[in-house]
């Protein structure tokens, strides 16, 4: 039974992984690409080169900084949301499917639309110019930052509302109406009865919502564009542009080994975290 | 235990390896090409084979496309026999990693149609065969092009590995009406006499300059044409130097950005404008000029509000801050732009791909292209029958006439990227009142050793 999993892991997994390590330590761009096993070999003069002479860990910084604050923002909105539809009300259904939308709608819509209002003297700028702010550019400069953060934030927010929406069904009627019985007030019902039920949701959810945000793409490179404005170069925008502009593909899969190390430790997280949902584990325990 | 395993991980990895490696093929052609000029697409057998083109999607004629790529295939049957299967990118990514896949498979398109500036790096990955005097009887000879658009076929006459097919020359339009009214009866044919006409006709919401500062290659293409102007080709080849950080290339920024900061004769919107809303604010009659748009800008102005107002010139070729080029400057009139056609050397229908191409740049093809898609000829015959019928053409012709290709090496996509990244970065300063030479010269320093670093790399 292990044979056809041991199979898939190594083929999509292992083998390409291996490929990757083997790239990054290679001189591969586009003069030697077409004889590709032939490339010198350097060594870790990849990992060198992408540490002290290009902005890696400028883009490091960016994407940690920019997955957490989007993960740790979008979590009260989530459960927020899934509250308040998880009683039924009329026109529940039409709520929920709206409040799905930023999620379903393809991250390149999300960022041209957003690019747009951004502009400036877009929609953005009369709107905050009307209460007498003037923010420069959302698009460049400091303020782009906080821009990825918003838009990031706006078009991922559902995810934890999915996942928080999913753990509320395996809250029992009966704890419901026992706390009822108690007297409990809306907020200690939440406090003390229904948080503790979400915890294993809300942190999973906190762990895959920082992978995605950490190795997202397409909506930074939509909504800024490249050359990358230096206060929105995240890692995945400096790996492509390396890649697929400078045809340093040593460098830039220098550059994923990287961002790859980056996304073990949650990524460890995750599994351990689905690894102790499993039902093996519920009997064990 | 986990030793054992981790060696029979490696070694699978090193099968797939060497699997992969067999796959690759070799350098040589799979097939030999005809003797000189021994083949014309007309006598070649290709009854049962099928000719594989890569190819841009065309964003604004899309149903044209499709309609044309099975003209083509109709017409190269009935020439030759065999089919033609067009498979569409829609980006250089995109092209970039089939060409990538190709190479390494040894399998894929017999043809790729490449854009002019990605032809350098298709170059350096040896992928494309070479064009001796063989290969270019096949498609129809060197004197059937436009001399100007051969100039990025290669890096000098014996290795071209391009054949042109499209022409999309830069040029700007102006609006008679406003110029009329501001009194300007002479075109600019330097960037001072046009920032001064750009004074005059900014007044209100009318500005007399449409720049899209953030467009992705727009601003290359400005400094890279002042500077050659100015006789600084920004990398010099020969010494293999990279000049960025010099007089001429500094002024050139200055005076693109000074045209917002200072001279203040582009809309203040224009910082996040991309070149398609500058060529919107002139369609909508906001703009006096729009530098850096080709023909095909044609498809919009002709259905807005500046249709029959408006009119084709050719951008200055005189650097700023000078009345005439310098010795070693060079009037050129835009980048040499379009779309090549190149040959893979793997493809087992070499023969048979110079057979279309030799089709898709004759006479008879090429004005239909035109005609359909707006893009200018290559063909030298086409292109000069469009220049004797065509009045609005006639500027953007003469354009293609006095393009210069940009330096033929693989390094020039970091430098164009490094040349565009110090606009980027220099924006909010720009927005804030303006660049400060420091602040530029630190930034051309840093586009300088990018530069520099790329083209050290280059073989």
């Known amino acids: 039974m292990l044979a056809p999993s041991g199979f898939l892991m190594f083929f999509v997994i292992l083998v390409p992984l291996a490929l990757a390590f083997y790239i990054s330590v290679i001189d591969l761009d586009q003069y030697t690409i077409q004889h590709w096993l032939k490339a010198p070999f350097v060594g870790l003069q990849n990992y060198v080169e992408a540490i002290n002479d290009t902005s890696l860990l400028h883009a490091v910084r960016l994407s940690v900084s920019q997955a957490l604050l989007v993960s740790l923002i979008t979590m009260p909105i989530g459960i927020a949301a899934a509250l308040a539809t998880q009683n039924a009300f009329r026109g529940r259904a039409v709520v929920r499917s709206v409040f799905l939308v930023p999620y379903i709608l393809p991250a390149f819509v999300v960022a041209t639309v957003w690019r747009t209002m951004m502009h400036p003297q877009g929609l953005l700028d ?49 704890v419901h109406e026992a706390s009822a019985l108690d007297g409990a007030l809306w907020w200690t019902k939440l406090r003390y009865v229904v948080l503790p039920y979400l915890r294993g949701s809300i942190l999973l959810a906190l762990v895959i919502s920082f992978l995605h945000n950490v190795n997202a793409f397409t909506l930074p490179y939509v909504l800024f564009g490249v050359p990358a404005p230096h206060d929105v170069e995240v890692l995945p925008v400096l790996t492509y542009v390396t890649s697929f502009q400078s045809f340093r593909f040593g460098l830039s899969a220098a550059m994923a080994v990287v961002s790859l190390a980056l996304v073990v430790v949650p990524l460890f997280l995750y599994l351990r975290a689905v690894r102790l949902d499993s039902g093996e584990d519920r009997v064990r325990r | 235990m986990k030793a054992r395993n981790a060696m029979g991980a490696l070694a699978g990895i090193a099968v797939v390896g060497l699997a992969l490696a067999g796959c690759s093929g070799s350098d040589s052609p799979a097939s030999s090409s005809s003797p000189a000029g021994s083949a014309t697409a007309a006598k070649i057998d290709g009854t049962g084979k099928t000719v594989h ?78 064009l001796g ?34 022409s999309r020359p830069f040029v700007m339009a102006y609006n008679k009406d406003l110029l009329a009214a501001a009194g300007i009866t002479d075109l600019p044919t330097t960037w001072d006499e046009l920032t001064d006409d750009a004074k005059k006709l900014t007044t209100g919401d009318v500005h007399g300059l449409a720049i899209g500062y953030a467009d992705g290659f727009d601003p290359w293409k400005f400094i890279w044409g002042m500077s050659i102007q100015a006789g600084n080709p920004i990398l010099n080849l020969e010494d293999g130097k990279a000049q960025i950080d010099v007089d001429p290339t500094q002024t050139a920024y200055q005076t693109y950005f000074d045209w917002y900061s200072k001279d203040k004769v582009v809309d203040p919107a224009a910082l996040g404008w991309k070149n398609a809303q500058a060529v919107a604010a002139f369609a909508d009659g906001k703009a006096g000029f729009v530098p850096m748009v080709s023909a ?53 229908n070499q023969d048979l791909a110079l057979a279309l191409i030799n089709m898709l740049t004759s006479t008879e093809n090429q004005t239909s292209y035109n005609k359909t898609f707006g893009d200018l000829p290559t063909n030298q015959e086409a292109a000069t029958a469009i220049q004797t019928g065509d009045e609005l053409l006639k500027p953007v012709l003469e354009s293609s006439a006095g393009a210069i290709g940009t330096p033929f090496s693989g390094a020039w996509g970091d430098t164009q990227l490094a040349l565009t990244n110090v606009v980027v970065q220099a924006l909010p300063a720009l927005q804030a009142g303006g660049v400060s030479e420091s602040d530029l010269k630190a930034a051309l320093q840093t586009a300088q050793s990018t530069a520099q670093a790329s083209l050290d790399k280059a073989k």
Do not use: C
């Open chain 2, 133 to 166: 005097d063989a290969e270019w009887a096949q498609v129809g000879g060197r004197d059937k092009f436009v001399p100007s658009t051969l100039g990025i076929s290669g890096p000098d006459e014996k290795n071209e590995i391009a054949v042109p097919f499209a």
């Open chain 2, 296 to 348: 095909t800008s044609r498809v919009t102005l002709d259905k807005s509000a500046v249709a029959g107002k408006y009119a084709y010139a050719l951008m200055p070729t005189v650097p700023p801050g000078m009345t005439t080029n310098p010795g070693d400057g060079k009037p050129a009139t835009s980048i040499i732009s379009g779309d090549n056609m190149v040959v893979a050397k793997y493809s087992k």
């Open chain 2, 53 to 130: 083109v890569m190819i841009a999607a065309n964003g604004l004629y899309p149903e044209q496309q499709k309609t044309w790529f099975g003209e083509v295939s109709d017409k190269f049957k009935a020439e030759t026999g065999a089919t033609v299967e067009f498979e569409t990118f829609a980006s250089a990514n995109d092209e970039l990693t089939k060409i990538q896949t190709s190479v390494l498979s040894g399998q894929g398109p017999d043809v790729y149609s490449l854009g002019t500036t990605f032809t350098p790096t298709a170059y350096a990955t040896g992928a494309f065969m070479t």
């Open chain 1, 126 to 174: 009369h709107v905050v110019g009307s209460v007498g702010i003037d923010v420069g550019l959302w698009l460049n400069g400091p303020t782009s930052f906080w821009s990825l953060v918003l838009v990031q934030s706006w078009s991922s927010w559902p995810f934890y509302y999915l996942l928080v929406l999913a753990g509320l069904q395996s809250v029992d009627k009966e």
